[in-house]
C-alpha cells in the first residue's frame, strides 16, 4: 500500500482561476451551437485542434500528481512526460509554488514533502529497473519490460508511466 502526492495551487491563484472563470461565463456564448459542443469556445494551448469550455479551464493543472511513496520502495515521481518540469530544480520549484496534499486531502508543507520525498527509501528502496525485472515474477507476463522501467533523472526514481494507482 502507498500513498500519492498532489501539488494543487495557492489559495490566491485559486482565486485568479475563479476571477477568470467567472469572466469566460459572463461572456459565454448561449446559441444553440455553443450548447451542443458544450460551450468550448476557450482556445487549447495544448491541442490547436480542440477547445475547452471554462470548467476544463478552470481546472486544468489544478491537480498535479507529482508521485508516490511505497513501503519498500524509492520514492517514485511522476514526470508528466515533462509537461510541468523536466529536471529536478525544476521539480522542486514547481513543487514550492504550490500547496502538497495526499490523497486522502491531507495539507503537507512542501519544503517538509520534498524532505520526505527524498529521503524515502533511500539508500537501498526498490527500484523497476533490469535488474528487479530480471529477479522477480513480473516479466514473464509483459512482451516488452524495458518499457516499464524506471527512469532516473538527476538521482530521482521517475516512473515510466504517468498513471498511477
Not at 500500500?1 to 469566460?24: A, H
Not at 508528466?80 to 503537507?108: A, P, T
Not at 524515502?120 to 528502496?125: L, N, R, S
Amino acid at each position: 500500500m502507498g500513498t500519492n502526492y498532489y501539488r494543487i495551487p495557492t489559495e490566491q491563484e485559486v482565486e485568479r482561476r475563479k476571477l477568470k472563470l467567472q469572466s469566460r461565463i459572463r461572456m459565454m456564448p448561449t446559441s444553440a451551437s455553443a450548447v451542443e459542443r458544450d460551450f468550448r469556445f476557450i482556445d487549447n494551448p495544448e491541442d490547436e485542434w480542440s477547445q475547452l469550455n471554462p470548467w476544463d479551464e478552470f481546472v486544468e493543472g489544478t491537480n498535479i500528481h507529482l508521485g508516490k511513496r511505497s513501503g519498500g520502495w524509492k520514492f517514485c515521481w511522476n514526470f508528466h512526460k515533462d509537461k510541468y518540469y523536466s529536471s529536478k530544480e525544476e521539480l522542486i520549484q514547481f513543487v514550492l509554488s504550490g500547496r502538497v496534499v495526499n490523497e486522502y486531502g491531507e495539507e503537507m508543507d512542501p519544503q517538509e514533502f520534498l524532505e520526505m520525498a527524498f529521503a524515502w527509501g533511500e539508500p537501498d528502496g526498490l527500484v523497476a529497473d533490469k535488474e528487479y525485472f530480471d529477479t522477480t515474477e513480473h516479466h514473464r507476463w509483459m512482451s516488452n519490460p524495458e518499457a516499464y522501467y524506471d527512469r532516473e533523472i538527476d538521482g530521482l526514481r521517475v516512473s515510466s508511466s504517468t498513471e498511477f494507482s
